[in-house]
């Protein structure tokens, strides 16, 4: 085997997955698609609920992860995995353009979001942000404007109207 451990995945929960394997002795192999710097934590402009690292920016905090798994022996490769197959002793991995073997596999795949509005890509981290629970003391006492695009935003809606000024709701989903 080439590895113990392949995590596709190099986010925040990739990257924990690693240091985790890391940890435990396991070498350990982290494929990253486009890399960190095109995620919507390396964008954000403030993170302030984290713990024990308070005020830093999401490409700070983004870089730190990074920092971490290496420290912990974690190899990072930025590439694509195109295909995973099952073999009797683990799995093989197929990259863009390597092919490896390990005994374990682990998927963090992470989001992937469409913007759905005109500028929403060129102002996030800028004032537009995916996560209330995360964001949402950034935005206390202003003008708030919650476009959902399922039901189950309702209640983002209904928590940050508790923290912030003025708060809109805008369903773009099928309300019928």
């Known amino acids: 085997m080439d590895f113990d451990v392949i ?11 690693a240091v985790a394997a890391a940890g435990l002795g396991k070498k350990t ?6 890399g960190s710097h095109t995620s919507a934590l390396y964008k954000a402009e403030l993170v302030d609920n984290y713990l024990g690292i308070p005020n830093i920016t ?3 905090l983004t870089d730190k992860f ?17 295909q995973i197959l099952k073999s009797e002793e683990g799995f093989f991995v197929q990259a863009e353009s ?8 682990v998927l963090a795949l992470g989001v992937t979001r469409k913007p759905a509005i005109k500028g929403e890509e060129m102002f996030l981290g800028k004032g537009v942000s995916y ?3 995360c964001d949402g003391m950034l935005y206390r006492r202003k003008k708030v404007a919650v476009i959902a ?5 309702e209640e983002e809606y209904e928590y940050l109207k508790n923290i912030c000024g003025e708060t809109e709701y805008f369903p773009v ?3 019928g």
């Open 98 to 105: 390597d092919t490896l073997t390990a005994a374990n596999i």
């Open 173 to 175: 989903y099928d309300t």
């Open 7 to 17: 995590v596709v995945g190099g986010g925040a929960a990739g990257l924990s997955a």
């Open 131 to 133: 996560c209330a629970a």
């Open 66 to 82: 990074v920092a971490h798994a290496k420290n912990a022996g974690v190899e990072i490769k930025k590439g694509r995995v195109l």
């Open 149 to 153: 695009e399922i039901a189950e935003a």
């Open 58 to 60: 999401g490409a700070e």
């Open 29 to 34: 192999l982290v494929y990253s698609g486009a």
